[in-house]
């Protein structure tokens, strides 16, 4: 049976681009869309619309270094992972409090994407710069500080993701085109019976933009969010596309996005049945930008089936 490419309405959010936008979150309480800018050193935050128009004007929190993801706190305030370690912040633009050094050589890796479980502990993943070793780990904090490697072995830390019931972890390498799942138990953290849930072919040595190779290549694992029903969303990197992905591993549908390089989707709205997508610009051919000029926006569109609320920090 083929794969159905699903093409949607994709309304553009956000004006001005971020460099590569990441870790969106929906926060019910306010009812904005958090999300961070890596190369941009920024937090940043927004109010959307009922008509997911353009026009709002978000909040910037500028910082010193890269900012690989963070989530809402059930105190106030934020998780922040940067690239120095994992900070606590109780105001927007406020102080910055040290929960735990990075445990890795800063001037190789950084924290990646990331986020909270629903117990509470905030997970993340790093990411190998150099790019030639699967030297990243992914991580999870606990609220007394305490921070703990769960798996290993893969190069770009991403596609982060919990079933509805919290019995299956996902996780993705982006560099190796997989993505992988274990068996999770809620109560202790403990990941088990690793699998092999996707694995997409390699880029073509000869990828450019608009070539035949492109046309032909579908992408690699970026960021990921999962539904209410347990379907997998996973942000294909360079593919123009989500893969839409049953809890059995099925891919269920492509779903085209208006640039090439989505980074990673979130549900949110008062009924958690947007789907928003951040994007990347940082990189890109002079030739793509031109052809596709909102790369690095976010965008957003209405789905039948809602998500999963985001889960907060609990500290």
Not at 165 to 179: E, F, L, M, R, V
Not at 290 to 315: E, W, Y
């Amino acid at each position: 049976m083929t794969t159905p490419i699903i093409k949607p309405q994709w309304h553009r959010i956000t004006s001005d681009a971020d460099g590569l936008g990441e870790s969106p979150f929906w926060h019910p309480a306010e009812n904005r869309l958090y999300w961070v800018d890596i190369p941009g050193k920024r937090l940043r935050r927004m109010s959307v619309s009922d008509d997911l128009s353009c026009g709002q004007v978000p909040d910037t929190w500028s910082l010193d270094e890269e900012p690989g993801c963070f989530a809402p706190a059930v105190h106030g305030g934020w998780v922040i992972a940067l690239r120095s370690g994992v900070y606590r912040a109780k105001s927007w633009g406020g102080a910055l409090q040290k929960l735990a050094a990075a445990p890795y050589d800063v001037s190789r890796l950084r924290f990646n994407d990331g986020k909270c479980d629903p117990a509470g502990n905030f997970w993340i993943g790093s990411m190998y710069e150099p790019r030639d070793q699967a030297a990243a780990v992914l991580y999870a904090l606990k609220a007394d500080g305490q921070l703990a490697a769960k798996a290993k072995d893969a190069t770009v830390a991403n596609g982060l993701a919990w079933s509805p019931d919290s019995k299956t972890i996902y996780w993705s390498d982006t560099g190796a085109h997989c993505i992988r799942a274990w068996d999770y138990d809620p109560d202790t953290q403990a990941m088990s019976r690793e699998r092999v849930f996707a694995q997409f072919p390699q880029k073509p040595k000869d990828w450019a933009y608009g070539t035949a190779s492109a046309q032909a290549y579908w992408g690699r694992p970026d960021g990921a969010a999962v539904d209410a029903q347990g379907n997998y969303y996973s942000a294909m990197y360079e593919g123009q596309r989500l893969a839409k992905f049953a809890p059995d591993g099925r891919c269920l549908a492509w779903i085209e996005t208006p640039v090439q390089c989505p980074t990673m989707p979130c549900f949110g709205g008062a009924d958690l049945r947007t789907l928003f997508i951040t994007t990347s610009a940082h990189g890109r051919s002079a030739v793509e930008l031109q052809a596709l000029p909102h790369s690095g926006c976010i965008f957003a569109m209405r789905v039948d089936t809602p998500g999963q609320a985001v889960s907060f920090f609990k500290n």
